[in-house]
T-cell receptor, first 113, second 114 residues
Framework: EPEVTQTPSHQVTQMGQEVILRCVPISNHLYFYWYRQILGQKVEFLVSFYNNEISEKSEIFDDQFSVERPDGSNFTLKIRSTKLEDSAMYFC???????????FGPGTRLLVL | AQSVTQPDIHITVSEGASLELRCNYSYGATPYLFWYVQSPGQGLQLLLKYFSGDTLVQGIKGFEAEFKRSQSSFNLRKPSVHWSDAAEYFCAVGPRTNAGKSTFGDGTTLTVKP
């Protein structure tokens, strides 16, 4: 069964550094999402992406964040200048145009020191 | 705005006992409803979903959930819990819009006693 994949599984970075989290959505899916989960807290929506543009974003998704679909398979989340509070698990998700079920990747655990 | 409440932060049940995890939602219309399970350090696995039709939905691993419109609830149940069910469980709602983002509850941590 096809799955959403994410790389890296873990990343440690210094405060102020840029990070790029990568996701490969399921191949026939057209909606893409990023969520984050701070340790011990709920999963929070960051952004949705469709047709090469942002469909919706939350108040968390400020100017430090950006998303991109650089080619036909990858979907990336960039954090330009990481802060300590960006430490979290970041989940990518994707879904088909004609279905409502989102399929989540295994997550990238980001630790900002 | 849509919201999800999971009233129980932590539940402990004995292996073999029945389980019910509560979920209440707030949304202007009937949303899409989901239950996910997350084992420690792992991603989110979809247990079941409700979109329309029969209000009792069956999922994987022997779980089921019942949608009750009058109570704005979507409670998750399992008749006999196994030790491997110990995990965190999240209820989520998604609007019937194209963007279809999900809003998650705070989660319920399930501990299973031997």
């Amino acid at each position: 069964e096809p799955e959403v994949t994410q790389t890296p599984s873990h990343q440690v970075t210094q405060m102020g550094q840029e990070v790029i989290l990568r996701c490969v959505p399921i191949s026939n899916h057209l909606y893409f999402y990023w969520y984050r989960q701070i340790l011990g807290q709920k999963v929070e929506f960051l952004v949705s992406f469709y047709n090469n543009e942002i469909s919706e974003k939350s108040e968390i998704f400020d100017d430090q964040f950006s998303v991109e679909r650089p080619d036909g398979s990858n979907f990336t989340l960039k954090i330009r200048s990481t802060k300590l509070e960006d430490s979290a698990m970041y989940f990518c998700a994707s879904r088909r145009l004609d279905q409502e079920t989102q399929y989540f990747g295994p997550g990238t655990r980001l630790l900002v020191l | 705005a849509q919201s999800v409440t999971q009233p129980d932060i932590h539940i402990t049940v004995s292996e073999g006992a029945s389980l019910e995890l509560r979920c209440n939602y707030s949304y202007g219309a009937t949303p899409y409803l989901f239950w996910y399970v997350q084992s420690p350090g792992q991603g989110l696995q979809l247990l079941l979903k409700y979109f329309s039709g029969d209000t009792l939905v069956q999922g994987i691993k022997g779980f089921e959930a019942e949608f009750k419109r009058s109570q704005s609830s979507f409670n998750l149940r399992k008749p006999s819990v196994h030790w491997s069910d110990a995990a965190e469980y999240f209820c989520a709602v998604g609007p019937r819009t194209n963007a279809g983002k999900s809003t998650f509850g705070d989660g319920t941590t399930l501990t299973v006693k031997p």
